[in-house]
């Protein structure tokens, strides 16, 4: 009876080993399956370090957190900075190539300063850390740890407006309550008198207990500084530099053209002016500004602080549409015409793509992970120039959109780790439809998308070239394939892409000077092939070559 029952289990082995032995042997490539180590996690070993110099500089790969739907360390159910700290191995190890980590190179938090919302947009005291969240300690803990690995960690500084229960605004609606003009906050906010029209496209209410209006286009309980005054503008300073002088090491500006509402021209000049404040406390340091516009409007901050490329995000945006069997001669030709355009702005100007953030639908959804449009999009965004910012849970196919509930929490939701994480989805939140895998189910799965974002940073920063290098797009013809050369420091390197279905052939004695020698990385279903100068692509398939 033993033997019949073990002849029953060893069959389909069996024939599993006969059906992979006939696919090798016609030619077709094999799932690659890496070693796991003893916490059952695969260990990506095929990215060469050989072309690896160490560089610090802001070209770096970021992440984006919602801090309270990350990790939760204490069981209250929200996300909080030491839940951070517990998962930095999992950000990043401190080894480049150690083949387990995520690699992250940088850390945006979503705002952390006291509020009485999930998302603390709506700022009571910018001078404190939000308790849910933690400590001040716990935030220096979690810089230090960050530093030592060459991370930095950057905060989101919503500044165009507070909360209604911050302390200054108290005090202005006071102010305003009895007419005393010589109260330091009856200027604080935007305000107009009951007598006066209101300005078109902008949105007031009444200050209760008075017949003024302060100004809130956000949200009736975000009111809306004024910048025109010369005491805020110094308190904003010096909230940056209090944080600044903790270690941080810069900002993302929420709404940064809205600072002077309808007047583009106004606000770049307060970003102007504010962020040589900031640089004169810390030359280096590394911002980012969130405007979301099109192109024309984009452009004109560029030339005083880096923002996100939001024309290439979300489910309608360039990245999406290259990364679904589009053509990446477009994606490619883009990305020169931004650098041509921007470079020598400033010393710190960069490429800030991106996917999606907190705001947008989450891009599993619309690319989705089985169609390998996912893993597409990454290679494009990834192994490219500049920063690149990542939304938490990306690399895990997290999905989640507003619905019709319509509320921006679905795009919020909780962390997926299934080790026991207790970190909940928010406030408002009722998505239903999550992914199928935690982290703990993808890092043991050689194909899954977390060990593919994972290697695809180790190949970025085994080619420093690719970050920071001097980029040339290359066109090429008669196909949706395309690439760019990079060069820097006396090194060039080539990266191509395919993102169609079919394997491509790409002669690089054609489009290439110098030719390319050496296949130093690939990434995708299947591996790439180099041979007298010819590159196959495989359907889905990067390569990176020098």
Not at 22 to 33: F, N, Q, S, V
Not at 502 to 515: G, M
Request: hydrophobic residues 35%.
């Amino acid at each position: 009876m033993m033997n019949k029952q073990l002849s029953c289990l060893l069959i389909p082995v069996l024939l599993l080993c006969l059906l992979l032995s006939a696919a090798a042997a016609d030619g077709y490539d094999l799932p690659k399956m890496y070693p796991l180590n003893d916490g059952g996690e695969a260990v990506i070993n095929d990215v060469s370090s050989g072309f690896f110099r160490p560089v610090s500089d802001r070209n770096r790969v970021f992440y984006e957190i919602f801090t309270g739907s990350f990790s939760d360390s204490d069981g209250d159910g929200i996300g909080d900075l030491r839940g951070i700290i517990n998962r930095l191995d999992y950000l990043n190890d401190g080894d480049p190539f150690s083949g387990t980590s995520l690699g992250i190179e940088g850390i945006w938090l979503t705002p952390i300063f006291e509020s009485p919302s999930y998302h603390k947009y709506d700022v009571t005291d910018y001078y404190k850390i939000d308790p849910a969240f933690g400590t001040v300690e716990d935030l220096q803990e979690l810089l230090r740890l960050c530093h030592e690995r060459d991370i930095l960690v950057i905060l989101d500084l919503p500044l165009n407006h507070t909360g209604n229960r911050n302390a200054w605004f108290r005090s202005f609606t006071g102010a305003h309550v009895i007419g005393n003009k010589a109260n330091k906050y009856y200027d604080y906010y935007s305000w107009i008198s009951g007598d006066d029209p209101t300005p078109a496209g902008r949105h007031f209410m009444r200050v209760s207990g008075s017949t003024d209006l302060y100004e809130c286009n956000f949200s009736d309980d975000m009111p809306e500084l004024n910048f025109e005054n010369e005491e805020v503008f110094r308190e904003a300073v010096n909230i940056a530099r209090y944080y600044l002088d903790l270690g941080v090491d810069g900002f993302r500006f929420d709404a940064a053209k809205y600072i002077d509402y309808g007047s583009n021209p106004e606000s770049i000049a307060f970003w102007k002016r504010y962020l040589a404040e900031l640089r004169a406390v810390k030359p280096d340091i590394y911002t980012v500004a969130e405007v979301w516009d099109g192109e024309g409007i984009m452009d004109q901050y560029q030339s005083c602080v880096n923002c996100f490329r939001f024309s290439i995000s979300q489910a309608e945006g360039l990245l999406a549409e290259t990364a679904k069997k589009g053509n990446v001669n477009r994606y490619t030709a883009y990305v020169e015409n931004y650098l041509r355009k921007n470079t020598g702005l400033r010393d710190d100007a960069m490429f800030i793509p991106f996917i999606s953030n907190h705001d947008m639908d989450r891009s599993a959804g619309y690319l989705t992970v089985a169609s390998g449009h996912m893993g597409m999009a990454a290679n494009l965004y990834l192994l490219g120039p500049g920063s690149p910012f990542i939304y938490y849970g990306e690399e895990i196919g997290l999905r989640g959109s507003r619905g019709g509930a319509r509320t921006d929490a679905n795009r919020r939701l909780a962390m997926l780790w299934g080790d026991g994480d207790t970190v909940k989805d928010p406030v408002g939140a009722d998505y239903g439809s999550q992914s199928t895998y935690t982290v703990a189910d993808l890092k043991g799965m050689s194909s899954s998308l977390l060990n593919h974002y994972k290697k695809l940073l180790m190949i970025r920063k085994a080619n420093p070239e690719i970050a920071r290098g001097t980029y040339t797009a290359v066109p090429l013809a008669d196909t949706k394939a395309g690439g760019f050369k990079t060069e820097w420091e006396g090194s060039t390197v080539y990266v191509f892409h395919n993102t169609t279905v079919s394997k491509v052939r790409i002669d690089l004695n054609a489009v290439a000077d110098p030719v390319p020698s050496v296949l130093a990385a690939s990434v995708g279903n299947e591996d790439a092939l180099l041979e007298a100068g010819i590159l196959t692509l495989p359907a889905q398939c990067s390569a990176v070559v020098r």
